[in-house]
């Protein structure tokens, strides 16, 4: 069945750069497209980049700066990367599959990650 | 950027009730294709978001027929009939026709 899992480090300091990964299973990254979105605590989502099948990506221009996702097909991990995290960066950040007709239909259970020294 | 406007922020329903809630965007979400990408999730207490109804009325594998989604252009709501209490938590509509991808600030659904 489709599985997403996210992992990574709880915690990063500030102006640091936080790495994430996100395996799949259950499809290929070559078939369907993979989004990170994050969400503050206590507030809504944020969609924040995407991988098309295709290797080529899209960002939100909010985060563009900051901002690189790529992946390894080989592996069925994409990965997230950030950089200048600052407190405000404090999230649980879910990768979800991305359908062109369905939207995000499956997620990770999320990672919590916190910003401080 | 579309912004979606998700209307009530909070639903008080009765066990058995009906909820409705609404979602209005700054622009048509109709894609250039003739199809409407507005999806709508529910985002349990401690849990990830789970896609709900796709494509404004479409309802995802698994989900009740209590799920409804009806509207076009840019007005577009969610009924949910016969809430149940796995029924609550926080709905968000999304809309993927234009980049970026955004959501609606979202609506919780609490018992009265």
């Known amino acids: 069945q489709v599985q997403l899992k996210e992992s990574g480090p709880g915690l990063v300091q500030p102006s640091q750069t936080l790495s994430l990964t996100c395996t799949v299973s259950g499809f290929s990254l070559t078939s369907y497209h993979v989004s990170w979105v994050r969400q503050p605590p206590g507030k809504g989502l944020e969609w924040m980049g995407v991988i098309w099948t295709g290797g080529s990506t899209a960002y939100n221009s909010l985060l563009k700066s900051r901002l690189s996702i790529s992946r390894d097909t080989s592996k069925s991990q994409v990965f997230l990367k950030m950089n200048s995290l600052q407190t405000e960066d404090t999230a649980t950040y879910y990768c979800a599959r991305d359908h062109w007709e369905r939207g995000f239909d499956y997620w990770g259970q999320g990672v919590m990650v916190t910003v401080s020294s | 950027d579309v912004v979606l406007t998700q209307t009530p922020v909070s639903l008080l329903i009765s066990l058995g009730g009906q909820a409705s809630i609404s979602c209005r965007s700054s622009?048509?979400?109709?894609?250039?294709?003739?199809?409407?990408?507005l999806h709508w999730y529910l985002q349990k207490p401690g849990q990830s978001p789970q896609l709900l109804i796709y494509q404004v009325s479409n309802r995802f594998s698994g989900i009740p027929d209590r799920f409804s989604g009806s509207g076009s252009g840019t007005d577009f709501t969610l009924k949910i009939s016969r809430v149940e209490p796995e029924d609550l938590g926080v709905y968000y509509c999304l809309q993927r026709t234009h980049n970026p991808r955004t959501f609606g600030g979202g609506t919780k659904l609490e018992l009265k």
């Open positions: 622009q048509s979400l109709v894609h250039s294709n003739g199809n409407t990408y």
